[in-house]
Nanobody
């Protein structure tokens, strides 16, 4: 079955960096767009970055220029490099894909930005 497993979260000081990873299995990874979402306490889950069906990338305005999404089709993994992290980036980060209209989420990884 489809499985998405995130890793790489943690506590980081403002201005620091983290690299999140999502290991995917159970489907033909290279054929589907992959996305990162995040949800902060008391807020709705929102898109952070993702790949379109055509392979191009898109980002939320709030992370543009600081975060970079990448994928390794040989390793069935998608990554999110996060630089210049700020307290407002604190959230649970989720890996997501949609396969024939069915939504698949990972369990999430916590990112906390605090001094």
């Amino acid at each position: 079955q489809v499985r998405l497993v995130e890793s790489g979260g943690g506590l980081v000081q403002p201005g620091g960096s983290l690299r999140l990873s999502c290991a995917a299995s159970g489907f033909t990874f290279s054929q589907y767009p992959m996305n990162w979402y995040r949800q902060a306490p008391g807020k709705e889950r929102g898109l952070v970055a993702g790949f379109t069906n055509g392979g191009s990338t898109h980002y939320a305005d709030s992370v543009l220029g600081r975060f970079t999404i990448s994928r390794d089709n040989a390793e069935n993994a998608v990554h999110l490099q996060m630089n210049y992290l700020q307290p407002e980036d604190t959230a649970v980060y989720y890996c997501y894909t949609n396969i024939f209209g069915k939504h698949y989420w990972g369990q999430g990884t916590q990112v906390t930005v605090s001094s």
